[in-house]
């Protein structure tokens, strides 16, 4: 006996789980078919989508439209209502993590503003089906198909679409087909390298969607039917347990259609209504409902704040009317190009598709549950509203509210519960930052952990010529300059410009001597000769300048403010801070600093910051921000992961660090620009900032478990 399509699918995945756990991170290699398969689903989506709509709509008569328009219309608008108010519950199930990055371009990169216009309204169909603008796609479907509507002969045209609309879908099939393979080369990819980090997170997901699949399936849509007519819940499953439990298992709403459609009839012709039309309302209303997006899809959307949520990259409520009326139009088309322009829109990793493509083996059979009776339910209340037979009992509508309410709190709250007692992972972002060493082979140095006296100064001579005589680079360093000087777990001074003095010394054919300087006298240790060269991340400013030489910019760092996670919303724009009035914030003792914060936001009440980590360590805080680049603050999130990095809005203020040189010696200042035009143009600085300020390859990297390694002991 041959295996059913579905059984083949499941199959597949699990041989490609079991493939990933075998291989481990070996498993990578079939990456390319995973992502071919995403195009393939992808390829046919958008035409079928435009076609479809058109089609649909056009062969309606014009009193069919205006029934769907305005009746059956405002059913299906507080079917989406609802299934948008479950979706933005869903992200309440998360639980709170401890979690803090390495500094992100996407904390600098600004949003080009929301352009509804751009987005919904197509001033070329052609451009917005070529960059896969959904929402103007769909938009120029549904205007020419209501055109259709009233254009004579137009049979021709709806015959020629209907063959269009067979040869996509036979086309789709035909893709679809290969969903066992693509769906195991998936999973292969996933289980052999994702983390078990993220395999506990996309739990998560996975358990919380199928609770609110199943609470709005078996007593939210259903329960609404019972609230508003005489239909008992007990009828509907009666008539439609079966339908219901094939869509299930298949996966597929449409081979249902036809018996959904049955049992609704059914169901109005035992309510003994009047109306010659109810009856057959059902045959209008549910074909001309079904490209629109259903309940299923829409708590598909949740994904979006999963992701958002799984790469710390998390859409703010603010940001919810958007994402809620571009979700609805987008998902008039497919999931497999609506979550990828989601995820685009809101600069969420596009990465963690994969994650939903392998969750969705899962969701996709409750959503198709949830779109069942999504269809029952629309065709019962919207046959109702349209012959005017819906009942408004107040006291069973306050039941309903009542148990739903209980149900929901229940179903989120236990969820959240759970996930924090059962996925409870300790907090290790810290440890990487500690753990931290230096990537390239170091030159002999000498690290002071305290000042020690002043070298002797040749008269006449210059630094480079004192270094040589002296056999070492005299580097003074700035203590707790994180990520460019500081010391980790193993005592050892690390950090980005320590690592360029370490290169810097070693091209110049001498050994390295580091000395503390306290930043507040980083000008006066210069003038002294106490150190050649400072190299902390010192940032260049008018006053700086005009005292002491400074090199060319080596790297720019942004304005930015370190606020309590629970606060960045808040601090998002500079409107927004200037709103609160006479805040508290500590700013480093820098007079440039200081007038620039001053500037932005008169009202506030300026601290100075001489101590980073009793000022982050202080709980209650005694300032409500801390004035620090982006860059540098992320670094301290790592140790303090309550807090997070804002760059308010508008605007990117931008830094430059240089390096500080003593005795105003322009033949050394000459030979510190050349070498920093050297280090940028071979790729050293490229390097050095992807690895100390983004945090690249931080983590040591130790291969994924897996039976070919760790149990077979077949590789190393």
């Known amino acids: ?18 493939l990933g756990v075998f291989l481990g991170e070996r498993a990578g290699a079939l990456k390319w078919a995973a992502d071919g398969f995403v195009k393939l689903l992808q390829m046919t989506v958008l035409p079928y989508v435009m076609i479809s709509i058109v089609g649909s709509l056009g062969k309606l008569r014009a009193e069919d439209a205006r029934t769907l328009g305005f009746r059956a219309g405002a059913v299906l608008a507080g079917l989406w209502a609802l299934a948008l108010v479950f979706t933005f519950l869903i992200p309440l199930a998360f639980p709170s993590v401890s979690n803090a990055s390495f500094f992100s371009t996407t904390l600098v990169e600004r949003r080009p503003p929301f ?15 070529a960059n896969n603008v959904v929402p103007a796609v769909v938009l120029f479907s549904v205007v020419l198909g209501i055109a259709l509507i009233q254009v004579e002969h137009k049979q021709m045209l709806l015959d020629v679409l209907a063959v269009m609309n067979d040869a996509l879908s036979r086309a789709t099939r035909l893709v679809v087909g290969l969903t066992p393979y693509g769906l195991f080369a998936i999973a292969a990819t996933a289980a052999g390298t994702m983390s078990l980090e993220q395999i506990g997170r996309l739990q998560i997901y996975l358990v919380t969607y199928v609770l609110v699949s199943l609470l709005v399936s078996l007593w939210v849509l259903p329960g609404l039917v019972a609230a508003l007519t005489p239909i008992r819940i007990r009828d509907i499953f009666a008539l439609t347990r079966d339908a219901l439990l094939t869509g299930f298992v298949a996966g597929d709403l449409f081979i249902i259609l036809p018996s959904l459609l049955e049992a609704s009839k059914t169901l109005i012709k035992q309510q003994g209504m009047v109306d010659p039309r109810a009856a057959s309302l059902p045959d209008v209303i549910v074909p001309s409902s079904f490209n629109f997006p259903h309940t299923g899809k829409l708590l598909s959307i949740s994904f979006i704040l999963f992701a958002g949520w799984f790469t710390d990259a998390v859409v703010r409520v603010s940001e919810y009317p958007r994402l809620a009326l571009t979700g609805l139009v987008t998902f008039f088309g497919s999931l497999n190009v609506a979550v990828p322009f989601l995820l685009d829109l809101f600069r969420i990793p596009a990465d963690t598709f994969q994650l939903f493509l392998a969750s969705g083996v899962i969701n996709s059979r409750f959503g198709t549950l949830v779109a069942a009776v999504h269809t029952i339910t629309v065709a019962l209340l919207g046959t109702c509203a349209v012959t005017g037979t819906l009942t408004w009992n107040r006291r069973r509508i306050i039941r309903y509210l009542i148990v739903t309410a209980v149900l929901t709190v229940a179903v989120i709250g236990g969820a959240r519960v759970l996930f924090a007692l059962v996925l409870n992972q300790g907090y290790t972002k810290d440890k990487v930052l500690a753990g931290m060493h230096l990537l390239h082979y170091p030159t002999p140095a000498v690290v002071h952990r305290t000042p020690p006296p002043p070298p002797a100064v040749t008269p006449g001579s210059n630094l480079l010529e004192d270094a040589r005589a002296r056999g070492s680079l005299r580097v003074g360093y700035i203590k707790d300059a994180l990520p460019f000087a500081f010391f980790n777990e193993s005592g050892d001074l690390v950090g980005l410009d320590v690592e360029l003095a370490h290169a810097m010394a070693r091209e110049l054919g001498v050994g390295l001597e580091l000395v503390p300087v306290q930043r507040e006298e980083l000008d006066d240790a210069l003038a002294k000769n106490y150190c050649d060269i400072v190299m902390s991340g010192v940032a260049v400013t008018t006053d700086r300048a005009s005292r002491t030489s400074l090199s060319n910019s080596y790297l720019d760092e942004t304005v930015a403010l370190l606020v309590h996670d629970e606060d960045r919303d808040r601090f998002a724009t500079w409107d927004d801070i200037r709103s609160m009035g006479a805040i508290k914030i500590a700013v480093p003792p820098v007079p440039y600093y200081i007038d620039k914060l001053k500037q932005l936001l008169p009202r506030a009440q300026i601290q100075p910051l001489t101590d980073i980590p009793a000022t982050l360590s202080k709980t209650p805080s005694d300032v409500d921000a801390i004035a620090m680049p982006a860059e540098r603050g992320s670094a ?15 605007g990117v203020i931008k830094i430059p660090l240089a390096f500080p040189v003593a005795r105003h010696d322009q033949a050394f200042l000459t030979f510190v620009n050349t070498w920093i035009d050297l280090k940028r143009k071979d790729g050293t600085l490229d390097t050095l900032y992807r690895y100390w300020i983004l945090g690249q390859e931080a983590t040591a990297r130790t291969p994924r478990w897996s039976i070919i390694r760790n149990v077979l002991h077949w590789v190393d």
């Open 636 to 650: 301290w999130t790592l140790m303090y992961p309550a807090y997070s990095v804002v760059v308010p809005e508008p």
């Open 115 to 129: 352009n509804f216009v751009d987005l919904y309204i197509p001033s070329n169909p052609f451009y917005s089906l």
């Open 1 to 18: 006996m041959s295996m059913s399509f579905s059984n083949r699918i499941l199959v597949g995945l699990a041989a490609g789980v079991l």
